[in-house]
């Protein structure tokens, strides 16, 4: 297994711009979720999905989408991207949503000017 | 779910234990305390979880105090590649309409020394 994949590794986006961060897991897990982490501070949560074709919004979802088509696929799109988008972004996915691990991807690191 | 309160940073000599204490005052019946860390620019890992009674798996240890107000983290035999900020969690488990939304702070980074 692959585990939890992200793409890109590194992006720089012009203010204004669109994109959408990928994250894909081969577990088969119902529970998948975005963070992101800006410097010295914890991971806050954007907005997760408890199965396909459900999400909900979590701490900081402004700015930002996300749609489950898929079990494998939770995508994040930034619609105008601000300069506070500035971060590592994590996407992680769990069996479910109670279980007690969950699996990290190695990140997406953002850059807006 | 609760706060959780941890020290900032801690030093540590390879080879020894290291221990990390989390204190979590205000946790409900119902809340587990969670370790998770993340090391430096990596996604984070799990560690491990406990309720009440203190747990050990082939990572660490976890010990949690009698009222539950405060839990310790234990490396048995720190090494360099345990370098890391180590985040202590409280949230409720299991229970209908529960999802897994982890509230992270900003944890302790443990520096292990050669």
């Known amino acids: 297994n692959a585990g939890v994949t992200q793409t890109p590794k590194f992006q720089v986006l012009k203010t204004g711009q669109s994109m959408t961060l990928q994250c894909a897991q081969d577990m088969n897990h119902e529970y998948m979720s975005w963070y992101r982490q800006d410097p010295g501070m914890g991971l806050r949560l954007i907005h997760y999905s408890v199965g396909a074709g459900i999400t909900d919004q979590g701490e900081v979802p402004n700015g930002y989408n996300v749609s489950r088509s898929t079990t494998e696929d939770f995508p994040l799109r930034l619609l105008s991207a601000a300069p506070s988008q500035t971060s590592v972004y994590f996407c992680?996915?769990?069996?479910?949503?109670?279980?007690?691990?969950?699996?990290f991807g190695p990140g997406t690191r953002l850059t807006v000017t | 779910d609760a706060k959780t309160t941890q020290p900032p940073s801690m030093d540590c000599a390879e080879g020894r234990a290291a221990n990390l204490p989390c204190n979590h005052s205000?946790?409900?019946?119902?809340?587990?305390v969670y370790w998770y860390r993340q090391i430096h620019s990596q996604g984070p890992q799990y560690i491990i979880h406990?309720?009440?009674n203190n747990e050990t798996n082939e990572m660490a240890s976890l010990i949690i105090t009698e009222d539950r107000k405060s839990s310790t983290l234990i490396l048995p035999h720190a090494t360099l590649r345990d370098t890391a900020v180590y985040y202590c969690i409280v949230r409720v488990f299991g229970t209908r309409g529960a999802t897994n939304k982890l509230i992270f702070g900003t944890g302790t980074l443990l520096a292990v020394q050669p």
């Open positions: 205000t946790i409900s019946g119902n809340e587990y």
């Open positions: 992680a996915s769990s069996p479910d949503r109670v279980s007690y691990e969950q699996y």
């Open positions: 406990g309720l009440k």
